[in-house]
């Protein structure tokens, strides 16, 4: 243990004090530098990214449910018998059924395409969070009145507000005396909410779960078009999602069975793919300070040899002299990475106010809403991605410190001190 201090010890003297040449203390300095760049940026980087996936996942879940159920509900008594089945799953926390179906809506010369849900007013609130997203109007539909509530960013494209009417067209005919004609209702717009997602913002229109059997079940056996399930952990959706299936087996129900994971997987695979990729492009700046460390301690040895000599001559092993330089490139990753972790974890905390920052001093926008689905740039700081950040940097200032340890053991004293 002495043995290991008094090493310890040199190796901080040999670091503050210096090299004789200042060439050889600013590559040392840079390596230092490099890997706090290198640390900082891949902090950074992991924790926007993280950000990005739990904000997603959780404007996702807010909108929709955990599972939903498609289809095979036209049999009154298999619904109440699926519903007795579903009641008995404790991971299943709320659930209601929908009718959902495309249409057309129109407003003076403006024409968007949307998806339509026909919602149960009072358990709609218990399955998603969308009813606590409206942000100007009424939480409320009213089952005798045509109301529908739409999606901010919908509301901006068709240019209309709380208490405006809009004429609903559905792709699908209805014949009488004086021949087809397409169902069209006319809707007021009873409230606005704004999910923070514009796939949903753009395009999902709610309307009561009455007006819609009106509007695409009339004269059929066709009760609801599925089910929305909630539970109470989404880390429960995958072994659910198989009870579930299983209990429409039993009951012979023709239905299709999709969870939030599925519906949003390729997404979510990408964002992962692109942490992954992130973290190993940045490494490499860790890598290129590493090869800097490797020039630092190389000069530093022949600017030292004298130093060594003497070291060797008093009684220290070949052993010593390496786990000198070892100590010293271990210290130097220990300060980039501290300096990185403290600057990457203040900018990744900041990240909210930075990034508007920059994009109002350079009128920049670098989140589309339609592209990246959120506009903001969320961050995340994980425990699990510092200490992999850290134990990186760290092990390749390690192994920088290989070569010039090998150099140094290799000096021989005598030729050394007789040159000198």
Partial sequence: M???????????????NGSKSRFISFIGLSSILGISIGVMALIVVMSVMNGFH????????????????????????????????????????????FISGEGLI?????????????????????VNHLFEKIVIGSKILNNDRYEMIIGIDLARIMGVTVGDSINLLIPKLNFGPVGSYPVIKKFIISGIFDAGIYEFDSSLALISQKNARKIFYKNTNTLYSGIQ???????????????????????????????????NKNFFSAIQMEKRVMAIILTLIIAVAAFNLIASLT?????RKKDIAILQTIGFSKLHIVRIFVMQGFIIGLIGSFIGLLLGALIASNINTIVPFIERVFNIQFLSKDIYYINELPSMIMISDINFVVFVSIILALMATIYPSYVASKINPAEVLKNE
């Fill in 2 to 16: 002495k043995s290991f201090l008094l090493d310890l010890w040199i190796s901080k003297k040999i670091l503050i």
């Fill in 54 to 97: 739990y904000e997603l996942k959780k404007r996702i879940l807010d909108a929709t449910s955990h599972i939903e159920i498609y289809g095979g509900l036209d049999d009154q008594d298999k619904f109440n018998e699926l519903s007795n089945r579903l009641d008995n799953i404790s991971s299943i926390d709320a659930y209601a059924s």
């Fill in 229 to 263: 399930i909630q539970l109470k952990n989404s880390d429960e959706t995958l072994p659910t999602e198989s009870q579930v299936k299983q209990i429409l087996y039993d009951l012979n129900i023709n239905a299709f069975v999709n969870n939030w994971t599925n519906k």
């Fill in 106 to 126: 129109t407003n003076n010369n403006n024409n968007h395409g949307i998806q339509i849900r026909g919602v149960d007013p009072e358990k709609e609130g218990q």
């Fill in 299 to 303: 000069m530093s040895v022949y600017d």
